[in-house]
């Protein structure tokens, strides 16, 4: 069994560095690029959202290099990722690339359940191994988390354009190559050491921007066209509302030590959308409140073109902006955006932001 999975930015890197510990053999899936997404539009239905595209032209790739499985989540509600991979698998099949998948379903309540699935892949390994690996890809997940908002802060006030990026880059590589929780531990603090000291220009005030949205859009820089990076080289300090670390936290751990989980960003969006609709829609307007209430200068929200649950987002949050006056740009996104197209939208939204600060600050 070769094995691949579905690519998110870097965040899924530990779970590949993990499954190869377990002595899995792992086709880890190639960044996208023009090519995966030109092989997922050509295969999937045109209305489909564009997640599942990218996702597609990625287990093409991942098969042309030997694959033959893919592990992925399942999910449960009212959207379309509970048929992916069903759909995907009978979609792959007839373009010739069989596949088997093995889907991990939501623990609902039963987190154990997931680990012991995720046992019975690897069943050659002992007991010490397995948790061993987990643990190794828990704080790996951690210290990239941890270092990817370092890297947005330092982005912004950056002296020599791209630095960052590249540092950043350099040390992921690093992280994403240590197989010991003493190597993880050493090269988390190298990399935090290594954004600091990259040159910074010195700025009154820094805008801070929060990205929000759909969860593949928000963490994979070639679906969401480099958003992040686009706004840090423009001077603004971006913070994904991105943490699987916290998605973990709370379906996994919580569930496992029977804790109450944080429903804060429930709570904070239940006066404009009471009811769960799927992906990360009460999310997203629950981010928005909480944005404004933090006193952010402004969000930023990527959603993929036919997304329902961020459909039905993007119908409340213009109520939440207006009523909080914090400025909004929604960018609806799929195979036929366009990189300039973007870059227009970001450079007048960070004016706006700019303009309204300006503003203020003139009345007081
Ligand atoms: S949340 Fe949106 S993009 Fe993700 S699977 Fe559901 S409909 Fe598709």
Same mark, same amino acid.
């Given at each position: 069994?070769?094995?691949?999975?579905?690519?998110?930015?870097?965040?899924?890197?530990?779970?590949?560095?993990?499954?190869?510990?377990?002595?899995?053999?792992?086709?880890?899936?190639?960044?996208?690029?023009?090519?995966?997404?030109?092989?997922?539009?050509?295969?999937?239905?045109?209305?489909?959202?564009?997640?599942?595209?990218?996702?597609?032209?990625?287990?093409?790739?991942?098969?042309?290099?030997? =694959?033959? *499985? /893919?592990?992925?989540?399942? +999910?449960?509600?009212?959207?379309?990722?509970?048929?992916?991979?069903? !759909?995907? &698998?009978?979609?792959?099949?007839?373009?010739?690339?069989?596949?088997?998948?093995?889907?991990?379903?939501?623990?609902?309540?039963?987190?154990?359940?997931?680990?012991?699935?995720?046992?019975?892949?690897?069943?050659?390994?002992?007991?010490?191994?397995?948790?061993?690996?987990?643990?190794?890809?828990?704080?790996?997940?951690?210290?990239?988390?941890?270092?990817?908002?370092?890297?947005?802060?330092?982005?912004?006030?950056?002296?020599?354009?791209?630095?960052?990026?590249?540092?950043?880059?350099?040390?992921?590589?690093?992280?994403?190559? =240590?197989? *010991? /929780?003493?190597?993880?531990? +050493?090269?988390?603090?190298?990399?935090?050491?290594?954004?600091?000291? !990259?040159? &910074?220009?010195?700025?009154?005030?820094?805008?801070?921007?929060?990205?929000?949205?759909?969860?593949?859009?928000?963490?994979?820089?070639?679906?969401?066209?480099?958003?992040?990076?686009?706004?840090?080289?423009?001077?603004?300090?971006?913070?994904?509302?991105?943490?699987?670390?916290?998605?973990?936290?709370?379906?996994?751990?919580?569930?496992?030590?029977?804790?109450?989980?944080?429903?804060?960003?429930?709570?904070?969006?239940?006066?404009?959308?009471?009811?769960?609709?799927?992906?990360?829609?009460?999310?997203?307007?629950?981010?928005?409140?909480?944005?404004?209430?933090?006193?952010?200068?402004?969000?930023?929200?990527?959603?993929?073109?036919?997304?329902?649950?961020?459909?039905?987002?993007?119908?409340?949050?213009?109520?939440?902006?207006?009523?909080?006056?914090?400025?909004?740009?929604?960018?609806?996104?799929?195979?036929?955006?366009?990189?300039?197209?973007?870059?227009?939208?970001?450079?007048?939204?960070?004016d706006l932001i700019q303009n309204k600060r300006e503003a203020v600050r003139n009345r007081v």
């Amino acid at each position: 069994m070769k094995i691949t999975y579905p690519r998110m930015g870097d965040w899924t890197a530990p779970l590949g560095g993990m499954l190869e510990q377990m002595g899995l053999t792992v086709v880890r899936p190639p960044t996208p690029s023009d090519r995966t997404r030109n092989i997922g539009a050509r295969l999937s239905p045109e209305f489909i959202c564009y997640p599942l595209k990218l996702n597609l032209g990625n287990y093409v790739e991942a098969y042309e290099l030997g =694959a033959d *499985t /893919v592990l992925m989540a399942g +999910g449960v509600g009212p959207c379309r990722f509970g048929y992916y991979a069903t !759909i995907q &698998k009978d979609i792959l099949a007839d373009a010739g690339y069989p596949m088997e998948f093995i889907v991990l379903e939501p623990p609902k309540g039963h987190a154990l359940s997931l680990l012991s699935q995720l046992r019975k892949l690897v069943q050659n390994v002992s007991l010490c191994d397995f948790l061993r690996a987990v643990e190794v890809a828990w704080l790996k997940l951690q210290a990239m988390e941890d270092i990817h908002i370092l890297a947005n802060q330092v982005r912004a006030v950056e002296a020599v354009t791209g630095q960052t990026s590249a540092v950043y880059k350099q040390q992921i590589a690093l992280l994403d190559s =240590a197989t *010991t /929780v003493e190597s993880v531990k +050493g090269l988390w603090s190298r990399a935090r050491e290594a954004l600091y000291n !990259i040159k &910074k220009v010195r700025r009154e005030r820094v805008p801070v921007v929060r990205l929000i949205g759909e969860i593949y859009m928000i963490s994979e820089p070639f679906a969401n066209l480099d958003v992040e990076e686009r706004l840090g080289r423009m001077g603004v300090c971006v913070e994904n509302t991105l943490s699987l670390v916290d998605y973990i936290r709370q379906n996994l751990i919580a569930d496992v030590l029977r804790m109450h989980r944080d429903r804060s960003l429930q709570e904070e969006a239940r006066p404009y959308l009471a009811h769960f609709v799927g992906g990360e829609g009460v999310e997203s307007v629950g981010n928005t409140v909480r944005a404004a209430k933090q006193r952010c200068d402004g969000v930023v929200h990527v959603m993929p073109f036919t997304c329902m649950p961020e459909i039905v987002a993007q119908s409340v949050i213009p109520t939440v902006s207006e009523e909080y006056g914090i400025p909004v740009l929604t960018l609806i996104l799929d195979e036929h955006s366009a990189e300039a197209g973007i870059q227009t939208r970001l450079e007048a939204f960070v004016d706006l932001i700019q303009n309204k600060r300006e503003a203020v600050r003139n009345r007081v």
